[in-house]
């Protein structure tokens, strides 16, 4: 089998696998959410967008679920053409939960989308000196829920 075929198989798995755990979980009385489990963390992962999407049409697309604080979208390095990939920020852990449960599995241009929680988001570690103050501060503290109260 292709890694082609391997990649595709696993990714729509991976959908079916997230709408059967929301189906699970209605089912149950269960008062607490498989979602718990992220509730540290306000970033997603989003795959198999198109290619020609621009930072600005992924945030008009995730931000109906909140606002959203950071983007990073997969690149090559050579190229700089986007991968189809990436990961964003909300700027609270409930908008995650809305954009998984609601967009995970939709069609953009006719793609179908993965979007999944990321426990563990680590930033690309990108310096240089035009990164501004809110950038470097958002790479080291993450842009996850506050703890303060």
Known sequence: MSSYKVKFVFFFRNIKNVIKLSEQELQTKNKTSWHDE??????????????????????????????????????????????????????????????????????ILGRTIRVDHVKDYKPPKVGGKNQDEETKRIRTEGCGPSTYH
């Open 38 to 107: 992220y509730r540290g963390s306000a970033w997603i992962f989003v795959g198999g967008m198109p290619y020609d999407l621009t930072e600005g049409d992924v945030i008009a697309v995730f931000s109906q679920y909140g606002e959203i604080v950071n983007i990073n979208l997969i690149r090559d390095k050579d190229t700089g053409k986007f991968k189809g990939y990436g990961f964003l920020c909300y700027e609270d852990q409930r908008s995650t939960t809305l954009a998984v449960d609601n967009l995970n599995g939709i069609k």
